[in-house]
C-alpha cells in the first residue's frame, strides 16, 4: 500500500486531479455560507485546474506531446531561475522602498506596496511620476495612511532610487532574462533531438493508462467495478484487462528463448569485432608513427655522414 501511494503521488496529473476535486468540494461548500465571492473565486480556480488537466490527452499526439514535455522541463527550469532572480528583486524591492518612503508602518499595505513595484518593473511598467513626485501626493501621515492620498517619496529617493532602478532593470530585465531564453533553448533542442522517441514513451503509458480504466463514465462506472469484483471471485480477472496482456505456449516462448540468444550472440561478436578493428587500427596507426620516426633518423644519419665527409676533406686541405 505504501508503495502504491508513493507511485500514485508521484505523477503531478494525480496531484492536480486530487487538488482540483478538493477545490471543487471547497467552492460547492462556501455557497452555503455567506462568503459567496471567496466561493466563486475558489471555483474558477477550479475551472482553471479542470481545463489543464486536458492537457494530459494531447500527450498522444506526436506533435503536442513533445511540446507538453518541452513546456514541463521549461517550467522546471523556471523555478531554477526563480531562486537566482529572488536575490536581486528583494534586495532591490525592501531597499529602494526604504529609501522612498522611511519610517513606514510593518502592515501588509506596505508589504504590497513594496513588491508591487520591482514586480512590474520586469514588464516595463517603470511608475516614474509616483517615484519622483509627479502625481497628487502628501506627507501627511493621517492621509496616506488611510489611503485617501498617495504618499509623497522623500528627496533622497526622488534622486537615488531612478539610478538604482536602472542597475535593476540592467540586470534582470537584460542578462537575467536573457539568460532564461537562453535556458529556454538549450532545453528545447536537447528535448527535440529525441522528440520521437519521447513521443512513443509518452504514448505507451497514456494507452497503458487507460487499458486498464473502466469503459463507463462516473456515475455508472460503479457498474463496472461490480462486475470486475464478482469476476475477481471467479478468477477470470485476467479476462476483463486483455490490453498488454498476452498469453504465449511453451513452442512460443521456446522461440522467443532462442531469438534472443542469437540477438545476444550477434551483438557480442559485433562488439568483439569492433574492438578488434580498433585494436589493429591502433597497431597500424603505431607502425606508421615508427616507420616515419625511422624514417627521419635515417635522414638525419644520411646529413651527419655528409657534413662528416666535408670536414674530412676541409682537415685534408688545410694540412
Not at 466561493?39 to 500527450?59: E, G, K, P, Q
Not at 460503479?222 to 498476452?246: D, G, N, T
Not at 597497431?283 to 655528409?306: A, P, V
Amino acid at each position: 500500500m505504501a508503495k502504491l501511494k508513493t507511485k500514485y503521488f508521484r505523477k503531478g496529473w494525480n496531484i492536480l486531479d486530487i487538488l482540483a476535486i478538493v477545490l471543487y468540494f471547497i467552492g460547492f461548500g462556501l455557497r452555503f455560507t455567506d462568503m459567496m465571492n471567496a466561493s466563486r473565486v475558489v471555483l474558477a480556480i477550479d475551472f482553471v485546474a479542470f481545463v489543464l488537466r486536458l492537457n494530459h490527452i494531447f500527450y498522444v499526439h506526436n506533435t503536442l506531446g513533445p511540446k507538453l514535455k518541452m513546456i514541463r522541463q521549461m517550467f522546471r527550469d523556471l523555478l531554477y531561475f526563480l531562486v537566482i532572480m529572488a536575490v536581486f528583486f528583494f534586495s532591490y524591492a525592501i531597499s529602494s522602498y526604504a529609501i522612498l518612503y522611511p519610517d513606514s508602518p510593518l502592515t501588509w499595505q506596505t508589504l504590497r506596496q513594496m513588491l508591487r513595484r520591482p514586480y512590474w518593473h520586469l514588464y516595463g511598467e517603470l511608475f516614474l511620476d509616483e517615484t519622483e513626485g509627479l502625481t497628487d501626493c502628501t506627507n501627511d501621515s493621517g492621509l496616506w495612511t488611510n489611503n485617501t492620498y498617495p504618499r509623497c517619496p522623500s528627496e533622497t529617493g526622488k534622486i537615488v532610487v531612478p539610478i538604482m532602478m536602472g542597475i535593476y532593470l540592467l540586470v534582470a530585465n537584460i542578462m537575467l532574462l536573457n539568460l532564461l531564453i537562453a535556458m529556454f533553448s538549450y532545453t528545447f533542442n536537447e528535448l527535440h533531438k529525441n522528440s520521437h522517441s519521447t513521443w512513443c514513451f509518452q504514448r505507451y503509458k497514456i494507452l497503458n493508462e487507460y487499458a486498464d480504466r473502466p469503459v463507463l463514465c462516473p456515475p455508472f462506472n460503479v457498474f463496472w467495478v461490480l462486475y470486475f469484483l464478482v469476476e475477481l471471485f471467479r478468477c477470470k480477472a485476467e479476462e476483463i484487462y486483455p490490453p498488454f496482456r498476452v498469453s504465449l505456449d511453451d513452442r512460443k516462448m521456446e522461440d522467443i528463448a532462442e531469438f534472443e540468444n542469437a540477438a545476444v550472440e550477434k551483438y557480442i561478436k559485433s562488439q568483439e569485432l569492433k574492438d578488434s578493428e580498433s585494436i589493429d587500427s591502433k597497431l597500424k596507426t603505431l607502425q606508421d608513427m615508427n616507420k616515419s620516426i625511422d624514417n627521419k633518423l635515417q635522414d638525419m644519419n644520411n646529413k651527419m655522414s655528409s657534413i662528416q665527409t666535408e670536414m674530412n676533406k676541409l682537415a685534408k686541405k688545410i694540412k
